[in-house]
């Protein structure tokens, strides 16, 4: 077993993994951080996406041992209620979200996108999304959102 | 199945030493996109992990004439840069449909080549840009040309103790032209059925946007330093040395692009499996040649 | 080359289980400020049954969307539901709802006409309040009422809702039968642009026109929509369980082989929903959770007709089946 | 009737704990103490279970228990009642269930799954339901391949006379389709949680799309009555029909009961791809008469649903698409055939849209061939075709509330196609001439 350190939206933890543990395993079995999903562990669907040192990565697929030291912000650090990040509104007030599987996955693309391209046009939040599948709304309410958030943050 | 071991080399030193001594109970781990999801689905149980993300190979230098890239840079860093946007247009292209965004964060040029996938994205721009790795030992450093490089699906030249610390590519005359396509199942988050580049140099012919008409029997008057490459249609990515020899010295035409895409095609050594049947890849093989070529002289 | 088409498909889908028999029920229990809990157990895959029904139950009591809870998780506290599928809840679960609502609301009513001096059937439900019909003014506030009739009355105010539609089995012999409660109409059409030396299809835009009867939430509507239309572009272009039709060799074992559209995949979709009430349905609603998966399909292949003129007549409409109708047409 | 909140665009129910990544699906209710299950599934597409030996799977550290089908109380269960908990004698698809361990962690439980022996008897597949279908193919049942609505093999529907029909038709469009099989794909994995407690009911997290009937079939097959079992799910990632039968209740239900321990079952994306439930292909032939001024004036149809291995809902699917499949239009005389065909695949099951979604596909395929075969636009031929209020389908069910032509007179201005004066002018109300 190996000592892994790391933060998780803002808080220090402190896990013992195995060689070949996941983040996804960490956030979900052993920090109970359970908005990061498990839907392949292929690094396909996205469903598990987060932010490590605010770059979007599939935590299914990321040794987690690798985030040694590092920052990971999952959908419940991008806003709660009350103080809900602009994406989880325009996403709510846009039906972006139907089962909701994908949508703390999604949350997290969208974000990783907004970061480094403000104001995206509708083909680079497809691009951005495409690593994130959904198969509930055809994606277009889920573009229509970020628009609308890429607007609102401007 | 405890897990193994786990090392965080520190430099290309330590990872060397590592190798070293592990041989090949050793994984070497960047990005992890190919070993995790191995590990995940109980195809692979590294004894030992030896993860070189962080020990200093990943940049972009710009050596004038050339572009090296350390073998651990992420696909996102190689798509962010301006010297390859400048300089390798044609990289820039190709990295653009690895993959999805986050995949392209932490997935690396070196894994991608040493994994050797015969339907390795970063193969194809990389096979016409006529780019060589640089292979690291405890022993000492050789370079390989990429055509060298692959021997056969998941096999390289690369000994268990060697370590890909960089891929270097020749910089193009600045008036070469290229094209290049992928096609796969889907847009995007796919592994290509075949994707294809040509890239050559032109002489005489009209630049763009002039009246050399398609109906005019010459589009270039000649053809230097020509390379046609495919992927996914044969053991490993694959140089088309037929097709490019026919390019090279020639005028190009219409008659010329449908033999060039023939003789590409003619080449190919595809297989059936869950993405395509061999008939389709061999067609579109053709077909992805001469629109390629099309496109350049469009 | 690269050349373009256009296709038109249209269809028509039934409400609720072919055959009929399947029951939903609903329990609406009445809080002392009014406000409400709607219970069942008709279950949310998405497609916001607890939206439509909580909408269905505001409707018909009268109060705010916002102040009725839906409680759909338990089987010990929830009644039947046949479950989600069939396109069945909104018209099925939705039924039971308000039938189980109108029965609450009859308790408060039978308050609320002493106050109002009123007969029970000349009052309305509406924003909160019960009034007398045409005369507005004269109303109560349903949280008093609510709580008159629990502490004053000692009343439990709770309706209850079935919705069954009776079995009809078909006729051994010519099939006869009157299998299901309504239909709701579907009109698709796809534009698509197809690569001749590639065989590569992508489908430009969808427009949909569908008939639900009432919808209870436009926005959920068009959420059902746009998803079967994404749907229906795996199933007409990528989609595919055992290729070759063969299923032993290269089965899907993961995501990445086992392709699904991704957002670069779904074209932009235009919808409009057109409102053809049904005479059954919550309010004249039909079901539209299944129907817009299936004329999307159609529509690209007669799109892709329209660009390259070949037929292709079995999907996946993949690459290498276009290719093999090009040469085929020679 | 004036409306306040229905026709409303009024946000999502649970949108904001969707946003808040804080809705609770099965997979997140953590509970300390869980098992966690892997299944021993048949390696071979159809096969005579010769042995099984679990003795030494048994004997694994972290394993707690493991189960065959001498331990299911009542080991059949589906649909139509035919599938097996675990496998008995035969085994009739790649991936059915054989035997089930519940183990501390997922290492154990799958090095106890390597180590159970199994000796099985290969026996001749048949994949292909037209295959199946011949005489002499192998069987993938001991009563044969094709399922018997009462004394016949397939779901008839006849309306009018259809050879009448091809008399007065002027041109005659057939075609044969095939349409795939399909993966719900629903994000959410097949995943359940059975938690007993100590006054001895048991306490499921489901992901079922259909609660009551998983809890009819978890307490027929553990053997208890429907006081003892709780089932908590009704928010779940997706389901597209994929959650209609029951994956891993009954499994965690058994398991929980034997160990007293909670147990999660969650199946790996691959199983869920390579043996859950999906769209069964199906293979359709049809015969179109039709007037030079295009109206339908015969349809004949007759196609075959591969169902897999059991019966599931495969039977009710074949009847959904035979009671339709003339379409959306009246067509006044109508003959179709439905067969329901077992192959060695897993059972097909239901998925969106039913037989509907293939009925839909041949149907408009054909629609658009009649239209080139005239020289007709697509657009009109529909709506010369399209079922008017009181008309009746094939099954003889009059209809109301029709408006096939309203939505495609919405799609026109949509699309911004200009319709003729006529087609603007029609309506399904108006009575058809002639």
């Known amino acids: 077993m190996y000592t892994l350190e790391l933060k998780v939206n803002g808080r220090a933890y402190k896990v013992e993994v195995k060689a070949t543990t996941t983040l996804l395993q960490v956030l979900r079995e052993k920090l109970g951080i359970t908005g990061p999903k498990v839907g392949c562990e292929t690094g396909d669907c996205g469903a598990c996406s987060v932010l490590v040192n605010g770059k979007l990565v599939k935590a299914c697929i990321t040794n987690a041992l690798t985030v040694h030291g590092k920052e990971v912000l999952t959908v419940e650090g991008l806003g709660r209620p009350g103080a809900f990040h602009p994406l989880q509104l325009a996403f709510h007030e846009h039906y972006a979200a139907q089962c909701g599987f994908c949508t703390p996955g999604m949350l997290m693309a969208a974000k990783a996108l907004l970061d480094e391209n403000p104001k995206p046009t509708r083909d680079e939040v497809k691009e951005a999304l495409s690593g994130n599948l959904c198969r509930c709304t055809g994606y277009v309410k889920i573009v229509d959102a970020i628009m609308a958030a890429a607007g609102e943050k401007a | 199945m405890s897990g193994g071991e786990f090392y965080r080399a520190s430099s290309v030193q330590e990872a060397l030493d590592l190798l070293a001594k592990y041989g090949a109970k050793a994984h070497v781990l960047a990005g992890g996109t190919d070993i995790m999801v191995k590990v995940n689905r109980r195809q692979l149980a590294p004894e030992v992990l030896v993860y070189i993300g962080e020990c200093g190979l990943n940049y972009i230098k710009d050596l004038g004439d050339k572009v090296v890239i350390g073998g651990a840079t992420p696909f996102a860093e190689i798509l962010r840069s301006d010297v390859v946007k400048q300089k390798l247009p044609l990289l820039a292209e190709a990295v653009k449909h690895i993959g999805t965004p986050a995949i392209r964060n932490v997935g690396t040029i070196g894994g991608n080549l040493v994994t050797a996938s015969p339907a390795a994205d970063s193969s194809v721009p990389l096979l016409a840009l006529g780019a060589s790795v640089k292979l690291a030992s405890k022993s000492g450093e050789r370079v390989v040309p990429l055509e060298a490089f692959f021997k056969g699906p998941g096999e390289t030249v690369r000994k268990p103790d060697e370590l890909l610390v ?68 044969a053991p490993t990515p694959l140089v088309a040395k037929k097709a490019s020899a026919l390019l090279e010295g020639s005028a190009l035409d219409a008659e010329l692009i449908a033999k060039v895409a023939k003789t590409a095609a003619e080449e190919t050594s595809p297989i059936d499996d869950v993405r395509a049947s061999a008939w389709y890849r061999r067609q579109a093989s053709e077909g992805l040649v001469k629109s390629l070529l099309e496109r350049i002289v469009a | 080359m690269k050349k373009r088409g256009v296709g038109l498909a249209v269809g028509l889908y039934p409400t609720g289980m072919s055959g009929g028999g399947d029951s939903s029920q609903a329990v609406v229990k009445v809080k002392p400020d009014g406000s409400v809990d709607l219970i ?149 059409q796809a534009e698509v642009e197809v690569d001749t030396d590639t065989g590569e299809v992508t489908v430009l835009r969808l427009d949909c026109a569908y008939d639900v009867g009432r919808a209870v939430n436009p926005l959920l509507v068009e959420g059902q929509i746009e998803g079967g239309a994404g749907m229906g572009v795996g199933a007409a272009l990528m989609e595919q369980l055992y290729p070759y039709k063969s299923p032993v060799k290269f089965p899907a074992e993961t995501f990445g082989d086992y392709v699904i559209p991704t957002a670069m995949d779904v074209p932009d979709i235009r919808t409009v929903i057109y409102e053809c009430p049904s005479t059954n349905g919550p309010f004249g609603a039909k079901g539209i959770g299944e129907m817009t998966a299936n004329a999307p399909a159609p529509a690209i292949v007669a799109a892709i007709h329209d660009a390259i003129g070949v037929w292709i007549d079995e999907l996946p409409v993949t690459p290498e089946k276009v290719l093999r109708a090009l040469q085929a047409k020679g | 009737m004036a409306l306040n909140v229905v026709g409303q665009r009024v946000k999502r129910y649970d949108g904001l704990a969707h946003v808040a990544g804080e809705t609770r699906f099965v997979d997140d209710v953590i509970v300390p103490g869980t098992l966690v299950v ?397």
């Open chain 3, 40 to 188: 069942l157990t008709s279950v949310d895959i998405g497609q916001g049954c607890k939206t439509v029904l909580a909408q269905i139950a505001a409707e018909e009591l009268g109060v705010p969307y916002d102040r009725v809870d839906v409680v759909n998780d338990d089987t010990d506290t929830g009644p039947l539901c046949f479950g989600t599928f069939a396109s069945r809840v909104t018209f099925v679960a939705g039924n039971a709802t308000k039938e189980a609502a109108r029965e609450a609301k009859q308790i408060l009513f039978s308050i609320a006409a002493d106050k109002l001096e009123a007969s029970p059937e000349d009052l309305e439900a509406a924003n909160g309040k019960i009034y007398v019909k045409g005369a507005p003014e004269r109303s109560v506030d349903i949280g008093a009422i609510a709580g008159e009739a629990t502490f004053g009355l000692r009343k439990v105010i709770v309706g209850r809702g079935h919705y069954m539609r009776t079995p009809s089995a078909p006729d051994p012999a010519t099939g006869k039968t009157d299998p299901f409660a309504t239909l709701a109409w579907a009109a698709v």
């Open chain 2, 166 to 233: 960089e891929v270097i590519i020749p910089v193009p005359d600045k008036d070469v032209k290229f094209a290049y396509h992928k096609i796969g199942r889907r847009k995007a988050g796919t592994l290509s059925v075949v994707a294809g580049a040509v890239i050559f140099k032109a002489e005489g012919g009209a630049p763009r946007g002039t009246a050399i008409a398609r109906d005019q029997a010459c589009y270039f008057e000649k053809c230097s330093q020509a390379r046609v490459v495919l992927n996914a249609v």
């Open chain 4, 38 to 434: 892997k299944g021993l599934r048949s390696p071979v597409p159809k096969g005579k279970i010769k042995s099984l030996d679990v003795s030494a799977a048994e004997k694994v550290p972290g394993v707690v228990a493991v189960m065959t089908h001498k331990d299911v109380p009542n080991n059949r269960y589906g649909w139509g009642g035919d599938q097996y908990v675990l496998a008995e004698d035969h085994v009739r698809y790649r991936g059915e269930l054989i035997a089930v361990v519940a183990a501390e962690n997922e290492d154990a439980a799958l090095e106890a799954v390597d180590k159970m022996k199994l000796e099985i008897e290969e026996q001749e597949p048949v994949f292909d339901p037209l295959e199946a279908m011949k005489p002499g193919a192998p069987k993938v049942r001991p009563e044969g391949n094709i399922f018997m609505y009462g004394d016949s093999p397939c779901r008839k529907i006849i309306f009018g006379d259809v050879n009448e029909g091809f008399k007065k038709a002027d041109i005659i469009v057939e075609g044969k389709y095939h349409h795939q099989g399909l993966k719900h794909a629903q994000m959410e994995p097949h995943v359940s949680l059975a938690v007993p407690e100590a006054t001895g009911r048991l306490t499921i997290y489901t992901v079922s799309q259909a609660m009551y009937f998983h809890l009819t079939w978890v307490c027929n097959i553990v053997g208890l009555p429907m006081s003892k079992v709780r089932m908590i799910g009704g928010t779940v990632g997706g389901g597209f029909g994929a959650k209609n039968d029951v994956h891993a209740d009954h499994i965690a239900a058994l398991l929980a009961l034997k160990t007293g321990r909670p147990v999660k079952w969650r199946w790996t994306r691959e199983e869920d791809l390579l043996f859950s439930t999906f769209r069964g292909s199906w293979d359709m032939e049809f015969k179109d008469g039709v007037t030079k001024d295009g109206r339908l004036v015969a349809r004949q149809v007759k196609s075959i649903r591969d169902s897999g291995a059991y019966t599931s809902l495969n039977a009710y699917v074949v009847d959904k698409h035979c009671f339709l499949v003339a379409g959306p239009y009246f067509i006044p005389n109508v003959y179709v055939e439905g067969y329901c065909v077992y192959t060695n695949k897993p059972p097909a099951s239901s998925m969106r849209g039913f037989g509907i979604t293939p009925a839909t596909y041949a149907g408009e395929m054909q629609m658009n061939k009649i239209a080139e075969a005239l020289g007709m636009d697509p657009w009109e031929l529909r709506f010369k075709n399209a079922f008017r209020e009181g008309e009746m389908t094939a099954t003889q069910r009059v209809l109301d509330s029709v408006a096939l032509i309203e939505t495609m007179q919405a799609l026109a201005g949509l699309v911004g196609k200009e319709l003729p004066p006529h087609l603007k002018a029609m309506a399904s109300t108006q009575k058809r001439e002639g």
